[in-house]
């Protein structure tokens, strides 16, 4: 476990779920398969989820270091409200240990590391309405350590008709996986590779659990999902890879869930690989396409596997460059041109219409004056 320094007095800290007291006094914390054992006066392995007096408290909990609005297409999500924008907020720490993290100066940061802000949970669904976001992003680290958090901002969120997104690891257990994701409208789930020895050495961490995780997303909840394979080469760009993890998606999740593969820069641990080549994102694509997935996108380049494309006719339905939509010519979510129904959530919730919430949410948002995001 993680020797932590806790400046925050323990009637501030908010007590965590998903955990049990152990007889030697250290605590269980379940939250993820990591199943940490944490002792007094300690950090699991997150380094925001600690023991202090025989219980678990949270110091992520209203506790963002990162906050900025995004298009939803960063996300990414290419079938979730496309060119409307996202209130995105991330904590310190992660449950992975990714050698390539993008984010890590705040995921592999102690909650004292990073500059954060006190932003209870109704206040960042009144910034999300002050900013014009018709849904909020739990992003940039993993919103799983945070699942508290998450959980109370979804339900300020859904009284004033704002969606929500995990965009995760998808490192949960059965045990907290219904308690989170039955607040949540969308997530975008990263399967960095389809080997077990990827996983262990690379994210120090193991594969099926995530692949346990998707399955429930898809059998269990009516969570619109997308997935995302960073492509890292020499590691996971194998097409013989590629090709089991396309079929995998294909016979447990469907051909239409979207499959995004990312081109990898070099970063934090991992400087020694060079950067992925558009052509390697071109081949996975064909594979995935042959292999029967209907929506498969590349990203991290300039590239027009960034439209959708209705499998139908071949029309071009949404024009992207890089994140900005371009054009969106979907009727009520189908195809104009041969009326082939598109899978994915196309509206947003009608704007808020409660008077006395929506004069509570602005109250709230002036506390935090010009924000600049």
Same mark, same amino acid.
Request: cysteine-free; glycine content about 6%.
């Given at each position: 476990m993680n020797e932590l320094k806790i400046f925050q007095k323990t009637e501030s800290l908010h007590e965590g779920r998903w955990w049990e007291p152990m007889p030697d006094g250290r605590v269980h914390c379940y939250l993820c398969p990591r199943h940490c054992h944490i002792g007094e006066g300690q950090a699991g392995f997150c380094f925001i989820r600690v023991n202090q007096g025989g219980k678990l408290y949270s110091l992520g909990y209203a506790s963002p270091a990162a906050l900025q609005i995004d298009p939803i297409e960063k996300k990414p999500l290419n079938h979730f409200l496309p060119g409307t924008r996202v209130f995105s907020l991330g904590t310190a720490g992660c449950n992975m240990g990714c050698f390539f993290c993008q984010n890590w100066s705040i995921s592999k940061s102690h909650s004292d590391q990073v500059r954060s802000t006190h932003i209870p949970a109704e206040d960042i669904v009144a910034l999300a309405v002050r900013y014009g976001c018709p849904s909020i992003a739990f992003t940039y680290n993993e919103p799983t350590i945070w699942g508290e958090y998450v959980i109370d901002i979804c339900v300020a969120a859904r009284e004033a008709g704002i969606r929500t997104v995990m965009v995760t690891n998808?490192? #949960? !257990?059965?045990?907290? &996986?219904?308690?989170?994701?039955?607040? #949540?409208?969308?997530? $975008? #789930?990263? *399967?960095?590779? &389809?080997?077990?020895? &990827?996983?262990?050495? !690379? !994210? +120090?961490?193991? +594969?099926?659990? %995530? +692949?346990?995780?998707? #399955?429930? *997303?898809?059998?269990?909840? $009516? %969570?619109w999902f997308e997935i995302t394979n960073l492509m890292i080469p020499t590691l996971n760009d194998d097409p013989g890879e590629i090709r089991q993890l396309s079929d995998w998606i294909l016979q447990h999740l469907g051909a239409d869930v979207p499959l995004h593969f990312t081109a990898f820069h070099p970063d934090f641990k991992l400087r020694d690989k060079p950067a992925t080549p558009p052509e390697t994102l071109h081949a996975a694509r064909k594979i995935a396409l042959e292999a029967g997935l209907r929506y498969v996108y590349e990203g991290n380049i300039h590239s027009d596997a960034a439209h959708t494309f209705c499998p139908g006719c071949g029309k071009l339905v949404i024009r992207r460059s890089w994140h900005d939509v371009l054009e969106n010519s979907l009727r009520d979510g189908a195809c104009p041109s041969c009326a082939r129904k598109i899978p994915g959530r196309w509206t947003t919730t009608p704007p808020l219409r409660n008077a006395a919430l929506l004069r509570t949410l602005e109250q709230a948002a002036k506390k935090y004056g010009a924000l600049n995001l």
């Open positions: 998808g490192y #949960v !257990t059965r045990e907290a &996986f219904h308690d989170i994701y039955d607040h #949540v409208d969308a997530a $975008n #789930v990263d *399967l960095k590779a &389809f080997t077990e020895g &990827f996983y262990g050495r !690379t !994210t +120090l961490t193991h +594969l099926q659990p %995530v +692949l346990d995780m998707l #399955v429930w *997303l898809k059998e269990e909840t $009516n %969570v």
